[in-house]
């Protein structure tokens, strides 16, 4: 975005911001600038995993009665996950799948801090391609318990045969099949994109809008003031929806391996 700005305010670049600033070339020193093989978003993707992974291996390398810092904070969002999403929507059960619940949700909210860090200013769930590949795990994950606890007959019956008169079955059933197996990966995946994509490209606009507005007229400049000043702001509400979608994300695909497991419809 800085990049972005720098050149607006040259006079070199179009306005407005469109959705082809997604697509950004490849930041590797060899192979077509063009490609996107290895863009900045794939750079983010491993830095994520790696930040996570280099964290919570150091930070249980010598577990301590009394905890140090960094294994209290390992452990503080661990217990949060396990207690508050796991155990909360699932029960004791919940506990077996804190793990997973607990990678999702840092995973998620590491990506979509990216979105409003200096040098950064994008998150990789802003495309859609990382939010339905999450929201595939989850998918993959909630059937195959569902499956594995049930058995395959019994759970598709679960699944997808309301308690109902016999006459209405044919039109709920499909419903059910759609709500079920269709719906619930789509809108999981979507409701993350669209966040992120939303939040960036707010963000895009008032910033390079302050930088249009002062380059077309000096007389212009205490509206241009006014909108970095909204960047700001929506910056800070930006770091809220950025929490809130990771443990949305997380608490939906617990919701949906609950409702794998339930013995009722």
């Given at each position: 975005?800085?990049?972005?700005?720098?050149?607006?305010?040259?006079?070199?670049?179009?306005?407005?911001?469109?959705?082809?600033?997604?697509y950004l070339?490849?930041?590797?020193?060899?192979?077509?600038?063009?490609?996107?093989?290895?863009?900045?978003?794939?750079?983010?993707?491993?830095?994520?995993?790696?930040?996570?992974?280099?964290?919570?291996?150091?930070?249980?390398?010598?577990?301590?009665?009394?905890?140090?810092?960094?294994?209290?904070?390992?452990?503080?969002?661990?217990?949060?996950?396990?207690?508050?999403?796991?155990?909360?929507?699932?029960?004791?059960?919940?506990?077996?799948?804190?793990?997973?619940?607990?990678?999702?949700?840092?995973?998620?909210?590491?990506?979509?801090?990216?979105?409003?860090?200096?040098?950064?200013?994008?998150?990789?769930?802003?495309?859609?391609?990382?939010?339905?590949?999450?929201?595939?795990i989850s998918?993959?994950?909630?059937?195959?318990?569902?499956?594995?606890?049930?058995?395959?007959?019994?759970?598709?019956?679960?699944?997808?045969?309301?308690?109902?008169?016999?006459?209405?079955?044919?039109?709920?059933?499909?419903?059910?099949?759609?709500?079920?197996?269709?719906?619930?990966?789509?809108?999981?995946?979507?409701?993350?994109?669209?966040?992120?994509?939303?939040?960036?490209?707010?963000?895009?606009?008032?910033?390079?809008?302050?930088?249009?507005?002062?380059?077309a007229n000096?007389?212009?400049?205490?509206?241009?003031?006014?909108?970095?000043?909204?960047?700001?702001?929506?910056?800070?509400?930006?770091?809220?929806?950025?929490?809130?979608?990771?443990?949305?994300?997380?608490?939906?695909?617990?919701?949906?391996?609950?409702?794998?497991?339930?013995?009722?419809?």
């Amino acid at each position: 975005m800085f990049g972005q700005a720098n050149v607006l305010a040259q006079g070199q670049a179009e306005f407005p911001p469109s959705v082809e600033d997604f697509y950004l070339p490849s930041i590797l020193p060899w192979g077509a600038h063009d490609s996107y093989w290895f863009t900045k978003i794939t750079f983010m993707v491993w830095l994520a995993v790696g930040v996570l992974i280099l964290f919570f291996l150091l930070s249980y390398r010598n577990p301590q009665l009394v905890p140090t810092k960094k294994q209290w904070f390992a452990e503080s969002v661990y217990g949060f996950v396990r207690n508050n999403i796991a155990v909360d929507m699932i029960g004791h059960a919940g506990v077996r799948f804190a793990p997973y619940f607990t990678t999702l949700f840092c995973f998620v909210l590491m990506t979509n801090l990216f979105a409003i860090l200096p040098f950064f200013q994008v998150s990789p769930n802003s495309h859609i391609a990382f939010p339905a590949f999450l929201a595939l795990i989850s998918y993959v994950l909630f059937n195959y318990i569902g499956i594995r606890h049930h058995g395959f007959k019994k759970y598709f019956k679960h699944a997808l045969i309301p308690p109902a008169p016999w006459y209405i079955l044919p039109l709920l059933i499909p419903i059910e099949a759609f709500s079920t197996f269709i719906i619930r990966p789509f809108s999981l995946a979507v409701r993350l994109f669209a966040n992120m994509f939303a939040g960036h490209m707010l963000l895009l606009v008032f910033t390079l809008g302050g930088f249009a507005m002062l380059s077309a007229n000096s007389l212009l400049a205490p509206v241009s003031l006014v909108s970095w000043l909204m960047t700001v702001a929506l910056t800070l509400l930006e770091a809220l929806v950025i929490v809130l979608q990771a443990y949305v994300f997380t608490v939906l695909s617990a919701s949906y391996i609950q409702g794998a497991l339930a013995e009722e419809h």
